[in-house]
């Protein structure tokens, strides 16, 4: 069993920069695809990027490509997702995600991930 813990939410201006971080507990990390979520209110929660085991491999969906950054340590058992350029439309509650996966697989079905977090809120004003 893994438990995501994920931090570093707040509230910021447009334009202004944050980064969420994700500590795992349980499990073995680096047996996990990792991705983070996103889920705005009365919205269906969705994807915003995806790292592979290694790290090696990353996507992102287009809302957020060029200005998110998804990173992991496997050492240290966190994922961190660096945000910049930051819009009043990024504004939801970012969820952290693991799944259990073979080689370089990773996955942007919400579905499919296995473990999340509690949440944690990003406030974005104009």
């Known amino acids: 069993q893994v438990q995501l813990v994920e931090s570093g939410g707040g509230l910021v201006q447009a334009g202004g920069s944050l980064t969420l971080s994700c500590a795992a507990s349980?499990?073995?990390?680096?047996?996990?695809?990792m991705a983070w979520f996103r889920q705005a209110p009365g919205k269906e929660r969705d994807f915003v990027a995806t790292?592979?085991?290694?790290?090696?491999?990353?996507y992102y969906a287009d809302s957020v490509k060029g200005r998110f950054t998804i990173s992991r340590d496997n050492a240290k058992n966190t994922v961190n997702l660096q945000m910049k350029s930051l819009k009043p439309e990024d504004t939801a509650v970012y969820y952290c995600?693991?799944?259990?996966?073979?080689?370089?697989?990773?996955?942007?079905?919400?579905?499919?991930?296995?473990?999340w977090g509690q949440g944690t809120q990003v406030t974005v004003s104009s």
């Open positions: 995600a693991a799944k259990v996966v073979r080689g370089s697989y990773f996955t942007t079905r919400l579905k499919e991930y296995d473990y």
């Open positions: 790292v592979s085991r290694s790290g090696d491999s990353t």
């Open positions: 349980g499990g073995t990390f680096s047996s996990n695809a």
